[in-house]
């Protein structure tokens, strides 16, 4: 009897266990160097994707840096494609159709291929890509990816510089999604140039805000598009705190950007307007709670704003760039938030509303800031260290947050790893992965 009363409770806590969501975990233990493998929780498995070198089915090849990893789907969380920017110049985009087989709980990759940025033709439109850094998902199905670098330069004598915009892609047809009356190519020249690092949107489809990966020029932005969904048109607005990037309040200056001249010279145009200098966005998400949450690299902080149309309210550091305690099973490690020379990185939300941030420049790990964590109640976990030589990159949920699509940048570890379909996985090069609860 006593036999069978045990079982019943331990089949009730394997069901418990099954119904748990991927931001339920206990936080693994720091680690005092660099690990030669990717360390997650006990509670949770990787499933390899894709890495460099690997062929394509548009008898190309999988490129190197990967950054933005984004999921678009298709069927839900059964089937959609997966794209990946490449952090380098040349910058280049693959898109690999991924299908679910859910009793195993397995991905497949069917066809996979890279966005042509090369042909004369659109070589002639938009001269040249470089540094797709972070980027977004759209709710119409389109990604948007960032080129990070302003280098002067106009090739195809367009009026335009040749880099610093954000582009929009389409992943079915691996084409520019946005042309000109004649159907050619083009960039988003009404965002603005700068070093784009990401972009978010809201529900509306009109209201977007994105930031510069920049010591100098970090300042975050809004776009009102003109037309829901169309990325090319709008009004663009810089914010401007009143007092420093302690302040609780700010206002949206609007940027001027109806010629090609003002498109090239975000930068000084904003900084004329008095625009806050946050030293280096490098990710823009809107959270649960309507609020838009901003990292910021060399402070090493996770902000947030709620925006009231024509200014910013209730502003704060959300994640400081400080000691956190973190609780694992061995007990409490106080672990720096802010290691290394730059901090908080990618973020995104999952279904729970827990923040998942990404850090690079130090451990480069793999943190969580809990539903619960408030400034003055901190709750954060570790989720991951990643290989050494690499930071962690990219990071996008399937719509039923089971699963979790990521990147590594160029790792350089050497111990093999079995993955959860029986793959041996050496993390020497750049890997995108998928992570699950078992």
Known sequence: MIKNHFALISLFCAHLGSTQNIGDFTSIKPLAQRPDSLVIPKTHTF??????????????????????????????????WLSISSEKNEAEVMVLHLSLNEAKGLWTVGTSGKVNFFTPFVKQAISKVSNFCSGGVMPWGNVVVAEEVVHEGDANKDGYEDLGWLIEIDPVKREIAKTDKQGNPQKLWAMGRMQHENICILQDQKTCYFGADSKDFGFIYKFVCKRK????????????????????????MQVPNSTKEECNNTNKLATQLGATNFAGIEDVEVGPDGKIYFSAKYSGRVYRFKDTKSKTEENEVFVED?????VHEEGTHELDFHSGHTGADNLAFDGDGNLWIMNDGGNNGVWVANRDHTPLKPHLKLFAESPKGCEPTGITFSPDFKYLFMSFQNAKANSLQIDKAGNKVIFNTSHAVVISRK
Request: overall charge neutral; hydrophobic content about 30%.
């Open 47 to 80: 499933q390899y994707i894709i890495k460099s070198g690997d062929s394509l089915s548009d008898q190309r090849h999988a490129s190197t840096h990967f950054d933005f990893t984004g999921y678009i789907p298709i069927n839900g969380s059964k089937e959609g």
């Open 229 to 252: 969904g169309d990325l090319s048109k709008g009004k663009l607005y810089v914010l401007k705190m009143n007092g420093d990037v302690n302040s609780t309040t700010g206002v949206w």
């Open 322 to 326: 400080k000691m956190y305690d973190i």
